[in-house]
T-cell receptor, first 112, second 113 residues
């Protein structure tokens, strides 16, 4: 069974304190790995798509990287507005369309 | 604002009842997805429609059904409701049938008492 595991479940950072969130996956035939951000009471918001090991994507203070077994979301000098739950999801081959399997997320709190 | 509209935002009902959740996708998006989010299970894929046709099915219960209408809006019908069906139900849309870049609505929170 395809699995996506995110760690840690929760992370508290001081403003400006850089860190990384982890998403490990055990799937056969990865076709894409996706990062989303979810604010309380809102739907997930798309951040990044990664397709192959070694690929990196950046957006403001966020950088996503991908290896053959895991992905990292690096947060550089975070601000309080970066507080949210970060979800990763995978799409595997064999699915006729984009059925994403999501991890349970990492809840990030950035303290001023 | 993602452009995806879901109604109602909140719904409280009793066990055994039936409810309908409605979703209007972003303008121009042909693909609609339904996801269920609960505290213990996370975000679970239920079903996908593309231009009116069912394209993929996830862990959707037989008590649940969905459809996409010619104007591309979609409805998720939940029947014989149980306490465990209490969750957030999200609709998402995308332009293409095969993309992981989904635009989610704000969800419908269902509480079954």
């Amino acid at each position: 069974e395809d699995q996506v595991t995110q760690s840690p479940e929760a992370l508290r950072l001081q403003e400006g304190e850089s860190s990384s969130l982890n998403c490990s996956y055990t799937v056969s035939g990865l076709r894409g790995l996706f990062w989303y951000r979810q604010d309380p009471g809102k739907g997930p918001e798309f951040l990044f798509t990664l397709y192959s090991a070694g690929e990196e994507k950046e957006k403001e203070r966020l950088k996503a990287t991908l290896t053959k077994k895991e992905s990292f979301l690096h947060i550089t000098a975070p601000k309080p507005e970066d507080s949210a739950t970060y979800l990763c999801a995978v799409h595997v081959s064999g699915a006729g369309s984009y059925q994403l399997t999501f991890g349970k997320g990492t809840k990030l709190s950035v303290i001023p | 604002d993602s452009g995806v509209t879901q109604t109602p935002k909140h719904l409280i009902t009793a066990t055994g009842q039936r409810v309908t959740l409605r979703c209007s996708p972003r303008s121009g998006d042909l693909s609609v997805y339904w996801y269920q989010q609960s505290l213990d299970q996370g975000l679970q894929f239920l079903i996908q429609y593309y231009n009116g046709e069912e394209r993929a099915k996830g862990n959707i219960l037989e008590r649940f059904s969905a459809q996409q209408f010619p104007d591309l809006h979609s409805e998720l019908n939940l029947s014989s409701l149980e306490l465990g069906d209490s969750a957030l139900y999200f609709c998402a849309s995308s332009v293409a049938v095969s993309t992981g870049e989904l635009f989610f609505g704000e969800g419908s929170r269902l509480t079954v008492l």
